[in-house]
């Protein structure tokens, strides 16, 4: 049995992986979807390929750039509002020291300590790193939940193109007639393995992992496929 430490005992669980699964599942979800959708709206009103995967891989990698960006960008404003209040706190311990510490106490009272443990902890605390425990325990910023926009741009954007590319060969290789059908079917069986994969790497269940992306996701492409019925394009 492998002997646990403080810099393994993460190892077993499931939380560290939770910034770039998440990513990765929104990714992975929209290029599989979208994609299906932009396929199916063009495959109903054309009777050639060349159009349908055109227009597929058109959106490929443009879907695939726009989910990085917007991860990227979305994440950053995150990290500078984690900035932000790492800077006001830091101004807050050296203007007044002793409503931090007091604050500090009142935490881990709340949180189940007695009043003279509470104020202990929070002077031993202080004394060993400041600025470091105010970050962690009160405004609530770790390693684990720390944003990384790099790493959620990645993520999201090769998830995306891994996702895309499932619709893009059913538009390769299956028959023009039809291929909106065959389209939906493969859809639906990408997002089950997709639901399954994303729990059995999360730790969580299978079955409502697949129930909720599969449900959602039909729901999503059923809806986006219907406009390329009635207008004869795809939004």
């Not at 055109?54 to 726009?66: H, N, Q």
């Not at 994303?198 to 986006?224: D, E, P, Q």
Request: aromatic share 6%.
């Amino acid at each position: 049995m492998k002997n646990v430490t403080i810099d393994n005992y993460l190892d077993p669980h499931y939380i560290h992986r939770s910034n770039w699964l998440r990513a990765a599942v929104l990714g992975a979800n929209d290029g599989i979807i979208s994609i299906s959708s932009l396929a199916i709206g063009v495959a109903a009103a054309s009777s050639t390929r060349e159009p349908i995967v055109l227009a597929t891989v058109a959106g490929l990698v443009a879907g695939a750039l726009s989910m990085a960006a917007g991860e990227y960008v979305s994440v950053s404003s995150q990290t500078d509002t984690e900035k932000a209040d790492i800077e006001r706190e830091k101004q807050e311990l050296e203007e007044m020291p002793e409503t931090e510490l007091n604050i500090l106490a009142q935490i881990y009272e709340n949180r189940g300590l007695k009043k003279e443990t509470a104020k202990q902890v929070s002077l031993e605390m202080t004394e060993y790193d400041a600025l470091g425990t105010h970050i962690r325990d009160e405004l609530g910023i770790n390693e684990i939940s720390q944003a990384n926009p790099i790493q959620a741009a990645v993520a999201s954007g090769a998830s995306f193109i891994v996702g895309g590319v499932l619709p893009l060969l059913v538009v390769l290789f299956s028959p023009i007639k039809g291929m909106e059908y065959l389209l939906y079917g493969f859809t639906t069986i990408f997002l089950i393995i997709l639901g399954a994969t994303s729990a059995k790497t999360g730790g969580s269940s299978v079955i409502k992992a697949i129930l909720r992306i599969t449900i959602w996701g039909t729901i999503a492409m059923g809806l986006s496929a219907l406009v390329g019925y009635l207008f004869g394009v795809n939004v």
